[in-house]
């Protein structure tokens, strides 16, 4: 069964700085992993998906690596701002089954 | 405009009695799936549906059913809902990516 874990589990940082969150999962065979980002009280939002041939996904300030082979991956963040206070999923999608981490909770402060 | 609807938004119940969340996309996608969110167990994937008339149980299936009669309609039933079933619980469709619904907070008391 797969298990996906996210370190840490909470992360605070004054703005401006640039971090990393991190993602690992114990299958690797896997289709792709997805990262989302969820607002208090609201759905996801996806950020970046990446597929298993692939590794790495750019989408502006955000940049997703994908190592299979070692079951890691990780979402960097660049020049952090207040409006990237969120918390943040990694979903691991193997054959026909999605399974989530259960997050970073990102505070970004001004 | 993409997106994947949800109805009720919020809902409380008793113990036992019938309820149905429904949940609809129109983006044509095949694949759509329920998931519960509970605090410190992240999002858990109670059931799947590869295309219609297809559905398979996720990790959570206990206490629900679903049914794809069409493609856009995926509606999760909870027979008999109990406590333990109070959770928000979100609707995807998948295409290229994932797109979830806005969220349905259910209390069961």
């Known amino acids: 069964k797969q298990e996906v874990t996210q370190i840490p589990a909470a992360l605070s940082v004054p703005e401006g700085e640039n971090l990393v969150l991190n993602c690992s999962f114990t299958d690797s065979a896997i289709y792709n992993l997805q990262w989302f980002r969820q607002d208090p009280g609201k759905g996801l939002t996806s950020l970046l998906l990446i597929q298993s041939s692939q590794r790495e996904q750019t989408s502006g300030r955000l940049n997703a690596s994908l190592d299979k082979s070692s079951g890691r991956s990780t979402l960097y963040i660049a020049a952090s701002q207040p409006g990237d206070s969120a918390t943040y999923l990694c979903a691991v999608e193997g054959y026909q089954k999605v399974t989530f981490g259960t997050g970073t909770k990102l505070q970004v402060i001004p | 405009e993409a997106q994947v609807t949800q109805n009720p938004r919020y809902l409380i119940t008793v113990t036992g009695k019938k309820l149905t969340v429904t949940c609809s996309q129109n983006?044509?996608?095949?694949?759509m799936s329920w998931y519960r969110q509970d605090p410190g167990l992240g999002l858990r994937q109670i059931y799947y549906?590869?295309?219609?008339?297809?559905?398979d149980k996720g990790d959570v299936p206990e206490g629900y059913k679903v049914s794809r009669k069409e493609k856009r309609n995926f509606p999760l039933i909870l027979e008999s809902p109990s406590p333990n079933q109070t959770s928000l619980y979100f609707c995807?469709?998948?295409?290229?990516?994932?797109?979830f619904g806005p969220g349905t907070r259910l209390l069961v008391l």
């Open positions: 995807a469709s998948r295409g290229e990516t994932q797109y």
């Open positions: 983006m044509n996608h095949e694949y």
């Open positions: 549906s590869m295309n219609v008339e297809v559905t």
